[in-house]
């Protein structure tokens, strides 16, 4: 068994809920595995620093249902605790027609396919009386879910609990938890959701406040049992290349770069290739000895000034890429090797001048699931083949390729064009999970053999 931890919505605080239940276990020396539902990046990050073991994305529209189970097993085995992070309210997702499911890659699909016990984070901030009726339709909106119990989020005072419990008592339904409105805990946040981990200085005391909450907040008798780990199973072991190392890859890591997916990164050592970490803020010139080029997302908007300063990282890459290194880059990454960027404040700031286009930041937000046609190829994808990803920018480019790599289609969207691609480079907005499209990444690392 374990936990997903639902909001009945986004913003009703179920990642301070999540954050101050690691914080405490993982204070208490419990080895505890995290998991964040759908393609965030952000949230990861907090699970990561809290506990000190990489968070896993479960996205079964970026890989499938079958990965998110052996991911969920792979990776949840041998802990001592076991807590998933939900995405926006339980039933949250898309409408799949193909599978007849209405709430596709929601929070409640993923704890069906896993099994696994649900706790509903309600923001109380607005409620009295009322919660009893939301937490009645949650709990028997779909028979299949299992609500173990709720959270009360945002507690104003106490006359303000006594209400919410005398509304809930009718139902039966655990209270697992009371946190009040704390303003100290709240996280910073900006145009893409809360700000990264490498930015904040204070992030530590932030979380022992966390782990004192949820030490006076949350009912442990109950809450310790839900939280063990998943049954043992016999997976199988994956295998490793037989050349280990025999490429080296750079790649982009540091404040502005900072969007990847763990399991994207441990591919490449499955790949038997070897990551050098580099930084396009900092260092003046790249890794000696690397075979290609791989920039992930991030802020580049934020840190533009630093990254146009750094003029030799920025004629480095230039210089390796023109001579035909493989490269691939996503975002963020993209946004980077364009000629300039505007900043949100209007500010114009040279990059690597790679692409012709200028990157705009905008109001608007693009967000959502890409299914990918390849219209040529790159060195990760052949002409016809169909990929899935997921976008989320506030930019755009002043200027389109005259041959685009890909013509996106979305959930309710009309479809577009989008990427650039030459001979071994490949750069998009479409962030990708490897997990089951492996040979994208050998594809990859085949280039200069």
């Known amino acids: 068994m374990a936990l997903i931890i639902a909001g009945e919505r986004s913003g009703s605080g179920k990642t301070t809920i999540t954050m101050s239940l690691l914080a405490f ?18 949230d990861p990050m907090f699970h990561t620093a ?14 499938s249902e079958t990965y998110v189970k052996s991911c969920f097993l792979k990776h949840g085995q041998g802990m001592d605790a076991v807590i998933i992070e939900g995405v926006m309210g339980l039933f949250d997702g898309i409408k799949k027609e193909e599978e007849e499911i209405n709430d596709y890659a929601s929070t409640a699909h993923i704890a069906r396919i896993l099994n696994i016990p649900i706790v509903l984070v309600v923001d ?38 006594e209400l ?42 932030r979380c022992d406040r966390l782990s004192q909450l949820a030490r006076d907040g949350f009912n442990w008798q109950q809450l310790h049992p839900l939280l063990s780990p998943p049954a043992p ?54 890794p000696e000895d690397i075979q290609g080029l791989y920039f992930g997302g991030g802020f580049p908007e934020i840190f533009a000034r630093e990254l146009a300063a750094n003029q030799s990282a920025r004629e480095a890459i230039s210089q390796v890429i023109q001579n035909g290194m493989p490269t691939y880059a996503e975002c963020g990454g993209l946004m980077y090797l364009c000629k300039k960027l505007i900043d949100f404040a209007g500010e114009t700031w040279d990059m690597v001048g790679i692409l012709p286009a200028t990157t705009v930041m905008g109001k608007r937000l693009i967000l959502g699931y890409r299914k990918a046609i390849a219209l040529q190829d790159s060195p990760i994808i052949k002409t016809g083949e ?53 040979q994208l990444l050998q594809r990859l690392l ?3 053999n």
């Open 164 to 205: 919410l419990k005398e509304a809930l008592e009718p139902l039966n339904l655990p209270i697992l938890g009371v946190l009040s409105r704390h303003a100290e805990i709240t996280l910073p946040a900006r145009h893409l959701g809360l700000v990264p981990t490498d930015e904040l200085d204070n992030l530590k005391e």
């Open 233 to 286: 199973s016999a997976l199988p072991r994956a295998e490793r290349s037989q050349n280990p190392s025999q490429k080296k890859i750079a790649i982009a890591r540091d404040r502005a770069f900072s969007f990847y997916y763990q399991d994207n990164l441990d591919l490449f050592a499955d790949l038997g290739a070897e990551l050098i970490p580099w930084s396009p803020l900092e260092d003046e010139t790249l």
């Open 25 to 42: 276990l993982a204070r208490q020396g419990r080895k505890v595995q995290s998991f964040k539902v759908g393609p965030d990046y952000i």
């Open 50 to 63: 809290i506990t000190g073991r990489a968070c896993r994305n479960l996205d079964p529209i970026l890989t």
């Open 124 to 161: 109380c901030s607005s409620l009295s009386g009322s919660i009893a009726a939301i937490a009645h339709g949650y709990r028997t909106f779909d028979p299949r879910l299992k609500i173990a119990g709720i959270i009360l989020n945002r507690i104003g005072s106490d006359r303000h609990l």
């Open 386 to 438: 169909t990929i899935w990803g997921h976008e989320f920018h506030r930019s755009f480019l002043t200027c389109q390729p005259e041959n685009p790599l890909f013509s996106l289609e979305g959930y309710r969207r009309p479809s577009q064009i989008e990427g650039w691609s030459r001979d071994r480079f490949h750069a998009s907005y479409l962030h990708i999970h490897w997990g089951t499209q492996q």
């Open 446 to 448: 085949s280039l200069n």
